[in-house]
């Protein structure tokens, strides 16, 4: 009892402490995580604070749009997978916690043996044992393996609370991007019709001529192979279309269909602000949620080197049982002649021959692994914000250019009407202004087209558009 007074105290003492790297935070990378004036690609003012749960997609005031998001936020099937994900490492903090604890069971067992006679005169005997107790046993976290793995487990469970925010920033931008798709492709399927109608009148007319001689047949079929490569691209925009609806609905967690009455009708191309919100790349370090994951995916992989370091020395337990018990089965009602037993043990596989030593080179090379992932990650994040930056601020400028172009092939047309009116311009001369006033309008549909997905590519690369509550 002596002994045990003083070893218990001292075990409980030594327990204090935790073998291994402790995680000191995200690591500083050169050039990035230090502070930065703003993007390369980005405007001149970039101080413009960017909340991760803001609902960037209300900026192009399309109020479909809005519930089309917002109903793939609460439908999504990915959305529920990363919940999942996070109610199982919510379960497996609870479960490292508890490790803390001692555990205590309960048994009621009855044997019966029959042992053989000893001797000629001595029968064989049967012996009849009952019992029923109390048993626990606890093991002191001596030199941190458990504290450890309840790190390794919190940090897991914070990443995938960073997944659910990956999931949610990805599928909003993916849904806004197939719907400013679609809207294009409906756009641009409405002029590909009105420039078919223009061919055919300019192919009748050219068939006309060609039967009063004043034109080549080789006019007529030039003409006519344009009708049919018009007719043909008309088509597969039907197809592309049909396609977005189709990946929509499945956004939606909805079959393919379900939304055609709903999206059939053509409706203009949500436009973007003309300076969205942008901050430093320090700010995107804390919020992009992919990078969020890598760091907490550091830090788990930096704790299980000192589980893996605890491994190797010694462990020691606790052992305990009361009960009561005997030959009859009245004797399990005779609490005051009880069985009891407190027993320390201890266990040390010191001659393992270089596995536990594999074990911990094995974890520092996940976490090795994993700054390297991190490092990897920040990178990208900072490849798609530039990369996106300098879309959105060149698209501008070309739908700009556009925009004036497409006013300048109306404008022609209008001249080219009233030349035809007066009888200075020929029809075939009206028909060839208004292809070209057709074809500039496509060209911008498709730009401005361009322009709100590098809008929505610049908010899905800052990591805007997560969740606010787990």
């Not at 107790?133 to 897991?156: P, Q, V």
């Not at 756009?187 to 004043?214: D, I, K, P, V």
């Not at 060209?443 to 990591?463: P, W």
Request: with cysteine; glycine share 6%.
């Amino acid at each position: 009892m002596r002994l045990n007074a003083f070893i218990i105290p001292a075990m409980l003492f030594v327990s204090g402490c935790s073998v291994g790297p402790d995680y000191k935070g995200p690591p500083e990378i050169a050039g990035v995580s230090g502070a930065q004036s703003g993007f390369v690609r980005g405007p001149a003012r970039q101080n413009a604070s960017v909340p991760p749960g803001s609902a960037w997609w209300e900026a192009l005031e399309d109020p479909l749009l809005n519930d089309l998001i917002l109903r793939a936020r609460n439908a999504s099937p990915d959305v529920a997978v990363a919940i999942a994900r996070i109610r199982q490492g919510r379960a497996q903090t609870r479960l490292q916690g508890a490790n803390f604890l001692p555990d205590f069971s309960s048994n009621t067992s009855y044997a019966r043996a029959r042992f053989p006679s000893s001797g000629d005169d001595a029968p064989a005997s049967n012996v009849e044992t009952y019992f029923q107790g109390f048993d626990a046993s606890w093991e002191i976290d001596i030199f941190g393996e458990k504290r450890r793995a309840l790190e390794a487990a919190k940090a897991n469970h914070q990443e995938a609370e960073a997944g659910l925010d990956d999931v949610l920033v990805t599928l909003s931008a993916e849904v806004a991007r197939t719907y400013v798709n679609l809207r294009a492709q409906q756009q641009r399927q409405s002029l590909y019709q009105n420039s078919n109608a223009s061919l055919e009148r300019t192919l009748a007319l050219m068939q006309q001529r060609f039967q009063r001689g004043t034109a080549a047949r080789s006019d007529v079929l030039r003409l006519d192979t344009q009708l049919q490569q018009s007719r043909s691209q008309t088509e597969a925009l039907n197809i592309d279309r049909e396609v977005s609806m189709d990946k929509l609905a499945i956004l939606l967690g909805i079959k393919p269909g379900d939304l055609d009455k709903e999206l059939e009708r053509p409706a203009p191309i949500p436009l973007p602000p003309l300076a969205p919100a942008i901050d430093d790349p320090t700010a995107l370090l804390r919020r992009r949620p992919d990078i969020r994951q890598a760091e907490r995916r550091l830090a788990s992989n930096t704790a299980k080197i000192g589980q893996a370091q605890a491994a190797r020395f010694p462990k020691v337990k606790f052992t305990g049982l009361i009960g009561t018990g005997g030959l009859k089965p009245s004797d399990l009602t005779q609490f005051d002649d009880f069985t009891a037993y407190l027993a320390p043990q201890i266990s040390w596989d010191f001659l393992d021959f270089g596995r536990n030593a594999a074990r911990v080179q094995t974890a520092k090379g996940a976490r090795d692994e994993a700054m390297a992932q991190y490092r990897k990650t920040v990178f990208n994040a900072l490849q798609e914000t530039e990369d996106a930056l300098s879309r959105f601020k060149n698209d501008r400028i070309r739908v700009a250019t556009l925009a004036r172009s497409h006013a300048d092939a109306v404008a022609a047309v209008g001249l080219t009407r009233q030349r035809y009116q007066r009888g200075t311009a020929t029809f075939m001369d009206l028909l060839d202004t208004e292809r070209q006033a057709i074809s500039s309008e496509q060209e911008l549909s498709q730009t401005q087209a361009e322009l709100t997905t590098d809008y929505i590519a610049i908010q899905k690369a800052l990591g805007v558009g997560a969740s606010n509550s787990k």
